[in-house]
C-alpha cells in the first residue's frame, strides 16, 4: 500500500498569503496524484488531477506540480473561502490512498 | 448537472448489515468507474471500494474486503454498497463518487454525493 504523508498537518495564514502544502509518497506514483478540498460537512472536492491539472472551474491561484514522490499543492493568494482541509490522493496502484490532511486556517 | 444521492444510513448494532445505495442523474451512469469513499467522525478519507463502468470488475479496501460488497444497476442509474458484518471502526460518513474512464485511464474523483451517515453501535 502506498502511503501518503501531508504536512504541515496545519497551515496558519492570513487572506492574501501563499499557501504551500506537500504530499509525500512512500514510492512512486508517477503523477497519478490528485488533491481535494473540503469544507466542515461539506464532501470533497476535486482540484487538481494529473498532479498540475486544474478541474474544470477551479481558479488559477490553485495550481499542482511535482512527479515521483513528491508533491506541492500551492494556493497563489489566499482567498476567504479557501480555509478548508485538504487531501492529496493517489490512483497509482490499488488500494487508492489518501493523505491525513492539511488544515488551511485563518491566523 | 450530475447528481449522486446517498441514501440508506443509520445505526445498525455490531455485527448487522445494511445496504447503501447512490442514485445517479445528470450523467451517461453506464459510462463511468463508481466508487465509495468513507470518512469517520474527524478523521479523514479513506477509498472503500470501485466498481468499473460495466460491473465486471470490483476493488476493495482490506478493511472491507470479504465484508462489503459493491454492485451496479445500470437500467436504474444506482450504485450499492452491501455492508455485512459492521464493526464499530465501519461508523462513518459514506461518499458515493465518480471517476471518469477516458480509454483505460481512470481519473480522479470528480462528482461526489453528500454522504450518508452510517452508526454502527449497540
Known amino acids: 500500500e502506498i502511503v501518503l504523508t501531508q504536512s504541515p498537518a496545519t497551515l496558519s495564514l492570513s487572506p492574501g498569503e501563499r499557501a504551500t502544502l506537500s504530499c509525500r509518497a512512500s514510492?512512486?506514483?508517477?503523477?497519478?496524484l490528485a488533491w481535494y478540498q473540503q469544507q466542515p460537512g461539506q464532501a470533497p472536492k476535486l482540484l487538481i488531477d494529473?498532479?498540475?491539472n486544474r478541474a474544470t472551474g477551479i481558479p488559477a491561484r490553485f495550481s499542482g506540480s511535482g512527479s515521483g514522490t513528491d508533491f506541492t499543492l500551492t494556493i497563489s493568494s489566499l482567498e476567504p473561502e479557501d480555509f478548508a482541509v485538504y487531501y492529496c490522493?493517489?490512483?497509482?496502484?490499488?488500494?487508492?490512498?489518501f493523505g491525513g490532511g492539511t488544515k488551511v486556517e485563518i491566523k | 448537472e450530475v447528481q449522486l444521492v446517498e441514501s440508506g444510513g443509520g445505526l445498525v448494532q455490531p455485527g448487522g448489515s445494511l445496504r447503501l445505495s447512490c442514485a445517479a442523474s445528470?450523467?451517461?451512469?453506464?459510462?463511468?468507474?463508481m466508487n465509495w469513499v468513507r470518512q469517520a467522525p474527524g478523521k479523514g478519507l479513506e477509498w472503500v471500494s470501485s466498481?468499473?463502468?460495466?460491473?465486471?470488475?470490483?476493488y476493495y479496501a482490506a478493511s472491507v474486503k470479504g465484508r462489503f460488497t459493491i454492485s451496479r444497476d445500470n437500467s436504474k442509474n444506482t450504485l450499492y454498497l452491501q455492508m455485512n458484518s459492521l464493526r464499530d471502526e465501519d461508523t462513518a460518513v459514506y461518499y458515493c463518487?465518480?471517476?471518469?474512464?477516458?480509454?483505460?485511464?481512470?481519473?480522479?474523483?470528480?462528482?461526489w454525493g453528500q454522504g450518508t451517515l452510517v452508526t454502527v453501535s449497540s
Open positions: 445528470g450523467l451517461t451512469f453506464s459510462s463511468h468507474a
Open positions: 490522493q493517489q490512483r497509482s496502484n490499488w488500494p487508492l490512498t
Open positions: 494529473e498532479a498540475s
Open positions: 466498481i468499473s463502468d460495466s460491473g465486471g470488475s470490483t
Open positions: 463518487a465518480r471517476r471518469r474512464i477516458v480509454g483505460v485511464d481512470w481519473r480522479a474523483f470528480d462528482c
Open positions: 514510492q512512486s506514483v508517477t503523477r497519478y
